[in-house]
């Protein structure tokens, strides 16, 4: 491969989740399903406790507005016609129940990726699936390529579990899969972060997880342009894992679903370490860190809304650099892997991220680690 020739993501296709939910609508239920389960009656003072406990930690309408999720029973409250949550009977809901959930709805997701002629025309080599929200073997991608005329060619690597970052390791993969053998890579997120909402924990940590992830899916293609194609160069990535600091994220399988760990000096680690990570990786590459950091737009990872203002502050950042990730996170909630894509999706295709641009891609998740990309729009 020419090292004047870089890797460039295009193609995107967002399928959104089959239910979206109003934030205030959804905090009102979620407060209900933990006084159900805790025995209290609705409307009960502990039970209007419990709900002035989510409008003070959780995410409010202000910060998100609306958030996607696959799961039907979160759209009512027939609490006996519950169809994965059985809140009535107090019968937590098992790993297994989650799968088979999962592995419904992503096989129903991938059925309706591409379908476009110029989409068509671009048969992948490779297709990379990036989830932290759902494990079978096989998979729905390696069922669904299986389906497909050109599926004998196509190869299936699975990245999971690595949570919100992961999509700036799979355009890594992407980009050295491509350098050995060229062809186009198709990635895929599908997160189901609703999936594994519990009503047996209500600490001030799971109000704030609860209200914040949603559900996503999104597909993207990482190819060498042979013309001129509307995408995102890919420049350079990097990563680092912040010391001491395994115990303020986690994200754990378990017999009822999976459980994450947030803790609230996330932000503080992360704007600690950031400035440092920036100017040793782009000075690397040539950049002026000073002068970078006024030009390029940002697209942050939302792990939260005080993620977003913390970087802001600590970068001196203006409103203009990270506006396509304060509406994504407004209207999408946290989709975990999927979330970042979303937004270069938007950033692509605005008018207000002029041809040329330099765009600074960061995310966070378990480790605590920090991960950057750096993509020219072409």
């Not at 090292?3 to 296709?13: D, G, M, V």
């Not at 196509?154 to 949570?163: E, N, R, S, W």
């Not at 799979?170 to 997160?191: F, P």
Request: charged share 20%; with cysteine; hydrophobic share 35%.
């Amino acid at each position: 491969m020419p090292s004047h020739i870089k890797p460039t993501i295009h193609q995107f296709q967002i399928i959104r989740p089959e239910f979206v939910l109003k934030q205030i609508e959804s905090i009102d239920w979620l407060s209900k399903a933990h006084s159900l389960v805790e025995k209290d009656e609705l409307g009960s003072p502990k039970a209007l406790h419990l709900k002035r406990r989510y409008t003070h930690y959780g995410c409010s309408e202000n910060k998100i507005a609306t958030r996607g999720t696959e799961i039907e029973d979160f759209t009512h409250q027939r609490w006996n016609q519950m169809n994965l949550f059985h809140l009535d009977s107090l019968k937590k809901t098992s790993i297994n129940e989650r799968m088979n959930f999962y592995n419904e709805k992503v096989s129903s997701a991938f059925k309706k990726l591409f379908l476009s002629p110029l989409a068509i025309k671009l048969t992948p080599t490779n297709l990379l699936h990036v989830t932290c929200t759902g494990y079978l073997s096989p998979s729905p991608a390696q069922n669904w390529v299986q389906q497909q005329e050109w599926g004998k060619n196509c190869k299936v690597t699975h990245l999971y579990h690595m949570g919100c970052y992961a999509s700036i390791p799979a355009i890594r993969i992407a980009k050295a899969l491509i350098k050995d053998n060229g062809g186009n890579t198709l990635i895929k997120h599908n997160e189901l972060c609703t999936l594994h909402f519990s009503p047996w924990n209500s600490s001030p940590e799971q109000l704030v997880i609860q209200s914040l992830f949603s559900d996503g899916h999104i597909g993207y293609f990482v190819s060498l342009p042979e013309k001129s194609i509307e995408g995102l160069q890919i420049i350079s990535d990097r990563e680092m894992i912040i010391p001491d600091s395994s115990k303020d994220m986690s994200w754990s399988p378990g017999a009822n679903g999976f459980t994450m760990s947030l803790s609230p000096l996330v932000p503080k680690k992360i704007t600690e370490h950031l400035p440092y990570f920036l100017r040793e990786w782009l000075t690397k590459e040539n950049y002026d860190f000073e002068s970078i950091s006024k030009e390029a737009f940002f697209a942050i990872h939302p792990g939260g809304p005080k993620i977003i203002s913390d970087l802001q502050e600590t970068l001196k950042l203006q409103q203009w650099q990270i506006s396509h990730s304060t509406r994504v996170l407004h209207r999408y909630g946290n989709m975990s892997s999927a979330t970042l894509p979303h937004i270069w999706e938007k950033m692509l295709h605005s008018n207000e991220v002029p041809k040329g641009s330099l765009i600074i891609s960061l995310a966070f998740g378990p480790g605590i680690s920090i991960h950057g990309s750096l993509f020219k729009k072409v």
